[in-house]
């Protein structure tokens, strides 16, 4: 049932995107579309509006970064879900890091604002056109993003974690 | 004529006669004080959780005369800190401890707040110690309440024996210096 | 620190469109709800925009508990983030555990038997009920009736002795491991969800009665903080917040996990989404928590506690002392010398508060290359200036309450 839903998904996404749907694959039954940045918001949209798909739910939003991959390490993930149909796939954006931008998806869903949030706080990607773009969950000054793999976890002012103790 | 002592259950040794007691006003005051803590509960994670648990009728912290809890600094005198403390929520600790009245103490409950836990990022302060001082650590994660209960009788103990001008007192203010409370 | 004053509403007026003159600002006053404070069950702060008592908008400000998860889930093996997911939404520890589980379970491909399921419904339900309790009874204190909290706290007390048993520890249990439990349930914990099952309903009818049909209870609860069902599904809500909007939406049904399937239980769904409809959503999924236990207790099969997957289970430790294989499987899982396939799963669980999804990318290493966990009360927060608007201050704290914001979870 499920995988007869995919097949239709892909083959109608296929159908109406063509060359700016840059893959669909199928992992552990689900979905990954990529898609080029351009057509993000009117491809979202048109699942939100089809009449057979009614993808009414946005489940989540997060950011992942590769450093190795030229001019595509940073990724938006856009998690969907269709209650109605009951499938849920995910929508993958690559960007350069050298020009994070991408626009906002809080016009068709409004659970995006926050995700998006977190997601400039922790990679530095700008949704063009939202509200209100700032730090959400650390102190206000922080002057870089904690989730690029060149940042370590611990912050480098620690003078008390003394590594011979660690073992390391 | 000798004078005999007596012990008052829980509290100082005193002299006793005919309808009077001899004692030093320093312990009278320090076991109606200890007896009597207002606790202010700054639960921020699952510390918090197990404080409600000590709150509760199973564990029942009120038997040790610290019923009313205090959400306003200026009406306590036990800070609780109870869960992890961000960087972000730092300056807010240390406001709300100096807007304590003196004597105030501070027992940190829980691995997060003495010393940043399981928690070793960029985001977490190592240890409430860093922005104010602390009487007692309860360590735990979370510590049972049986461990947080432990930790109010070692302040009662604290408090019982303080002396009266230790709030005065150079090292105190030394102290606080330390932490750039003033 | 955050300044209060009009500059922090001008972000505002661009969120609600609204234009506002000299004059009408004037009037207002701003109110600073937190970060400490009695009513916030957690540390988030609201700068409210008052009118007098009613309040016009709303600013929230979190991340005062932001702990890294996601950075820290990075740095850690597999089998060491389940402490991490403890500390997310505290008051059900277990669901969030056995959510990660059954992620790392989907991305190795491993089958659970049916004895491990049924197992880890009792737990999870266990934990739903904890959960449940503390949400009401904390409605029920932010209306001054503190008496059900107390009495209803030491069934929870209970369901503690429960975990206890199994794990040895009370609320962040860290409760199995992949691919299974560490040792079968005892008789004693058998014996202990028994006693649980056979007291408890006692104890909630008791508490429902003092504060379900009581008029104070409900003046102060009906047609407070409501949301309709589109907006709901809008922002994002899930769980008993979603359901009391009208949706039912449970990922238990949608996208059965761990045998759920095999269980009969309803959905309560509300109509109008108040605080009221909120804590009846939660009431009723405590009587169905308590009937799923009893299915699972009556069906439970024999068999193993644990998948039968060698390379990702930790061997028991007679074999590792014992036998060659034993000790070398142990080394090699310890040390992260185990092939993990490459690749990215979403899993999500019905939670305490709705629906927890991790979405895990593995690259083949022993560590996640990227772990982003779907934080229900996260999404579901942004909507309360839009609940509360309109309303009073006494309203606002309730409302907030009812909501279930775990300040582990908002945060992460």
């Known amino acids: 049932m499920a995988e007869a839903n995919n097949q239709i998904l892909s083959e109608a996404i296929s159908a109406q995107f063509g060359s700016q749907v840059l893959s669909i694959e199928e992992t552990y039954a689900t979905l990954d579309i990529v898609v080029e940045k351009s057509i993000i918001?009117?491809?979202?949209?048109?699942?939100?509006?089809?009449?057979?798909?009614?993808?009414?739910?946005?489940?989540?939003?997060?950011?992942?970064?590769?450093?190795?991959?030229?001019?595509?390490?940073?990724?938006?993930?856009?998690?969907?879900?269709?209650?109605?149909?009951?499938?849920?796939?995910?929508?993958?954006?690559?960007?350069?890091?050298?020009?994070?931008?991408?626009?906002?998806?809080?016009?068709?869903?409004?659970?995006?604002?926050?995700?998006?949030?977190?997601?400039?706080?922790?990679?530095?990607?700008?949704?063009?056109?939202?509200?209100?773009?700032?730090?959400?969950?650390?102190?206000?000054?922080?002057?870089?993003?904690?989730?690029?793999k060149q940042y370590p976890l611990v912050d480098a002012t620690r003078t008390d974690k003394d590594d011979k103790y660690f073992g390391r | 004529m000798g004078l005999n002592t007596s012990k008052l259950p829980n509290g100082p040794e005193m002299y006793v006669g005919e309808g009077y007691g001899l004692t030093q006003i320093e312990k009278v005051i320090g076991m109606a004080r200890a007896n009597s803590i207002w606790p202010l509960p700054f639960a921020t994670s699952c510390c918090g959780i197990e404080f409600m648990a000590t709150m509760a009728s199973t564990y029942d912290l009120g038997r040790f005369g610290a019923e009313r809890l205090s959400f306003s600094p200026r009406?306590?005198?036990?800070?609780?800190?109870?869960?992890?403390?961000?960087?972000?929520?730092?300056?807010?600790?240390?406001?709300?401890?100096?807007?304590?009245?003196?004597?105030?103490?501070?027992?940190?409950?829980?691995?997060?707040?003495?010393s940043g836990g399981i928690f070793d990022t960029y985001s977490v302060l190592q240890g409430i110690d860093k922005v104010i001082p602390v009487d007692v650590y309860v360590p735990g994660c979370p510590p049972p309440p049986e461990a947080i209960l432990d930790g109010i009788l070692k302040i009662q103990e604290l408090i019982k024996n303080e002396p009266l001008r230790r709030r005065e007192s150079a090292e105190y203010n030394d102290l606080l210096q330390s932490y750039q409370i003033d | 620190?955050?300044?209060?004053?009009?500059?922090?509403?001008?972000?505002?007026?661009?969120?609600?469109?609204?234009?506002?003159?000299?004059?009408?600002?004037?009037?207002?006053?701003?109110?600073?709800?937190?970060?400490?404070?009695?009513?916030?069950?957690?540390?988030?702060?609201?700068?409210l925009k008052m009118d007098g008592e009613v309040i016009v908008d709303a600013q929230p400000t979190i991340g005062y508990i932001h702990r890294a998860f996601e950075k820290l889930a990075?740095?850690?093996?597999?089998?060491?983030?389940?402490?991490?997911?403890d500390r997310l939404n505290y008051c059900s520890s277990p669901i969030n555990n056995i959510g990660w589980h059954l992620t790392v379970e989907k991305l190795l491909g491993v089958k659970t038997p049916k004895r491990l399921d049924y197992l880890r419904v009792i737990i999870m339900e266990l934990a739903r009920i904890a959960d449940h309790i503390i949400c009401n009874s904390v409605v029920a204190v932010d209306t001054g009736a503190l008496t059900g909290f107390l009495y209803v706290f030491q069934w929870r007390e209970?369901?503690?002795?429960?975990?206890?048993e199994i794990c040895g520890a009370r609320l962040t249990t860290n409760i199995g491991r992949i691919g299974g439990f560490e040792r079968d349930f005892s008789e004693k914990v058998f014996a202990k969800i028994n006693n649980l099952l056979s007291e408890l309903p006692a104890a909630l009818s008791e508490f429902e009665k003092l504060v379900m049909r009581n008029r104070i209870f409900m003046d102060r609860t009906v047609n407070v903080g409501g949301i309709t069902g589109e907006r709901a599904l809008e922002y994002g809500f899930t769980g008993p917040n979603l359901r009391a909007a009208g949706v039912d939406y449970d990922v238990r049904v949608m996208t059965p996990y761990c045998s759920y399937e095999d269980f009969d239980f309803t959905i309560p769904v509300g109509s109008s989404g108040d605080t009221y409809d909120r804590f009846c959503v939660r009431q009723e999924e405590m009587w169905q928590s308590i009937s799923i236990i009893k299915q699972a207790l009556k069906n439970l099969p024999n068999g193993d506690f644990h998948a039968d997957v060698p390379e990702f289970y930790l061997p028991p430790k007679e074999e590792v002392y014992n036998t060659m294989e034993g000790l070398i499987w142990h080394f090699k899982i310890v040390m992260g010398e185990i092939n993990v396939p490459k690749g990215q799963v979403y899993q999500s669980v019905e939670g305490g508060n709705g629906e927890l999804g991790y979405y895990l990318v593995s690259d083949g290493g022993r560590q996640p290359y990227r772990l982003h966990i779907r934080r229900p009360c996260f999404i579901y927060y942004q909507a309360y200036p839009e609940m509360i608007k309109g309303s009073m201050l006494s309203d606002a704290i309730l409302t907030m309450s009812s909501m279930n914001v775990i300040a582990g979870e908002l945060d992460a």
Not at chain 1, 54 to 75: A, I, K, M
Not at chain 1, 86 to 114: G, K
Not at chain 3, 77 to 84: A, D, E, G, L
Not at chain 3, 158 to 164: A, G, R
């Open chain 3, 158 to 164: 209970k369901i503690y002795e429960i975990y206890e």
């Open chain 3, 74 to 85: 990075e740095n850690r093996p597999f089998y060491q983030i389940t402490t991490i997911t």
């Open chain 2, 75 to 114: 009406q306590a005198d036990l800070l609780m800190v109870m869960g992890t403390i961000a960087k972000k929520m730092g300056p807010i600790l240390k406001q709300v401890y100096t807007q304590m009245a003196e004597p105030k103490w501070v027992i940190a409950v829980g691995a997060c707040a003495s």
């Open chain 1, 41 to 148: 918001i009117p491809f979202i949209s048109w699942l939100k509006t089809h009449k057979t798909f009614q993808v009414n739910f946005l489940t989540s939003l997060c950011g992942v970064h590769f450093p190795e991959q030229n001019d595509r390490e940073l990724s938006v993930v856009y998690h969907l879900h269709s209650f109605i149909n009951n499938i849920r796939f995910r929508v993958h954006v690559f960007l350069p890091a050298s020009q994070p931008e991408i626009p906002t998806l809080t016009t068709l869903f409004a659970a995006a604002n926050w995700m998006e949030r977190e997601t400039f706080e922790f990679y530095g990607i700008k949704f063009l056109g939202h509200p209100d773009l700032r730090i959400i969950l650390n102190v206000e000054d922080m002057d870089y993003h904690p989730l690029l």
């Open chain 3, 1 to 47: 620190m955050i300044n209060i004053s009009d500059d922090n509403f001008e972000k505002h007026k661009a969120l609600n469109g609204q234009e506002q003159s000299d004059q009408e600002l004037k009037q207002y006053n701003y109110l600073n709800l937190g970060p400490t404070h009695p009513a916030t069950h957690g540390i988030f702060q609201n700068i």
